[in-house]
């Protein structure tokens, strides 16, 4: 009957809509694991570049990471480590800029302690002891129960005997 016959069609277009979103889901997955491990794999060149102290070439390789992966977890972690390049150049303007990155884009992430207080060493390397200051007691206020903010009550105390 016309009515049967109907109803098996409906049925195998389900099966065919069901499979295909199967289709559709396994597509969709395999480029984004894909690029998972790419993203991955190029933080962790730059991070390798980083340790082994090639700072220009690791600086490169962040930035590019950044670009091509600007919604990555590891977003973050590559702001912090270029302005970590900044420092280690003693190029401390940059650095408290790529900091500041860290700082406000990525207010939760656990990198933001040492960023800010890696801004406040910079600032008092700069010899503007007054923003320092503010940024050791901000980082000891926001957060205190962490090792930047131990480090940063002892940087305070050094800056205060320096300074009246």
């Known amino acids: 009957?016309?009515?049967?016959?109907?109803?098996i069609q409906r049925e195998k277009i389900k099966d065919l809509?069901?499979?295909?979103?199967?289709?559709?889901?396994?597509?969709?997955?395999?480029p984004t694991k894909e690029k998972k491990q790419q993203a991955e794999s190029l933080y962790q060149n730059a991070l390798n570049l980083l340790r082994q102290e090639k700072?220009?070439?690791?600086k490169e390789l962040f930035e590019k990471?950044?670009?091509?992966?600007?919604?990555?977890?590891?977003?973050?972690n590559a702001h912090y480590w270029i302005g970590s390049i900044y420092f280690a150049q003693k190029r401390y303007e940059e650095a408290i800029l790529a900091y500041q990155k860290v700082i406000k884009g990525f207010p939760k992430h656990n990198k933001v302690p040492s960023a800010l207080f890696k801004q406040a060493q910079a600032f008092a390397i700069l010899g503007d002891t007054t923003t320092a200051k503010i940024l050791y007691e901000q980082v000891i206020?926001?957060?205190?129960k962490t090792q930047q903010a131990a480090m940063a009550q002892k940087e305070l105390?050094?800056?205060s005997k320096k300074t009246p």
């Open 17 to 30: 809509e069901k499979r295909l979103k199967i289709l559709e889901d396994k597509i969709t997955y395999l």
């Open 157 to 159: 105390a050094r800056l």
């Open 65 to 76: 990471f950044l670009k091509l992966y600007p919604d990555s977890p590891l977003a973050a």
């Open 55 to 58: 700072y220009d070439q690791a």
């Open 1 to 7: 009957t016309i009515g049967n016959d109907l109803k």
């Open 141 to 144: 206020k926001k957060f205190p």
